[in-house]
T-cell receptor
Framework: DTAVSQTPKYLVTQMGNDKSIKCEQN?????MYWYKQDSKKFLKIMFS???????INETVPNRFSPKSPDKAHLNLHINSLELGDSAVYFC??????????????FGPGTRLLVL | GENVEQHPSTLSVQEGDSAVIKCTYS??????FPWYKQELGKRPQLIID?????GEKKDQRIAVTLNKTAKHFSLHITETQPEDSAVYFC??????????????FGQGTILTVHP
């Protein structure tokens, strides 16, 4: 009964490959997010979807493409992986639009290592 | 955009002592300030939050204070225990306009509580 889950947990791949990370939430939340946590532990938002609609799109390379097939799922596809993409990617969700007082619940993270 | 500065980057205390972590933010329109705790290898989890219309909030051994005029907020942990050892992140968000749920995180503070 995990609230926010991600697959895979670990991902090791070569430069230039294409990979996808999947996220699912069973909280009934309307909004889902992708965050990147770099090697210095810095957390930065990448994208946010509300009911399958993109609402936050930070300055992220075009190689990153999120997709939300329904409000319970948010996937992240990365093309032409680069060394600098190595990081932990966290999915999160919130009840509404992440307004004042709305907790964002994080998934367990996907540790991506690009060789 | 919003910028959040967090200090100190590392904090070492003895069990039973108090710990204080401070953050400053740049966007005077920010109105929600959550604190997240991230244990090693785990996901960030909300521990306490405060809204801009409140100056202080307490929850057992943790408290947060907010000074809107100075644009800074602090996390206070009293009677620290070894299980408080983790990375703590402050964050700020501005509800409204095109800033839906966009949390801007501080750089994180590694708290170590020595038995």
């Amino acid at each position: 009964d995990t609230a926010v889950s991600q697959t895979p947990k670990y991902l090791v791949t070569q430069m230039g490959n294409d990979k996808s990370i999947k996220c699912e939430q069973n909280l009934g939340h309307d909004t889902m997010y992708w965050y990147k946590q770099d090697s210095k532990k810095f957390l930065k938002i990448m994208f946010s979807y509300n009911n399958k609609e993109l609402i936050i799109n930070e300055t992220v390379p075009n190689r990153f493409s999120p997709k939300s097939p329904d409000k319970a799922h948010l996937n992240l596809h990365i093309n032409s992986l680069e060394l600098g993409d190595s990081a932990v990617y966290f999915c999160a969700s919130s009840q509404g639009l992440g307004g004042v007082g709305e907790t964002q619940y994080f998934g367990p993270g996907t540790r991506l290592l690009v060789l | 955009g919003e910028n959040v500065e967090q200090h100190p980057s590392t904090l070492s205390v003895q069990e039973g002592d108090s710990a204080v972590i401070k953050c400053t933010y740049s966007d005077s329109a920010s109105n929600y300030f959550p604190w997240y705790k991230q244990e090693l290898g785990k996901r960030p989890q909300l521990i306490i939050d405060i809204r801009s219309n409140v100056g202080e909030k307490k929850d057992q051994r943790i408290a947060v204070t907010l000074n809107k005029t100075a644009k800074h907020f602090s996390l206070h942990i009293t009677e620290t225990q070894p299980e408080d050892s983790a990375v703590y992140f402050c964050a700020a968000s501005r509800w409204g306009g095109t800033s839906y749920g966009k949390l801007t995180f501080g750089q994180g503070t590694i708290l170590t509580v020595h038995p």
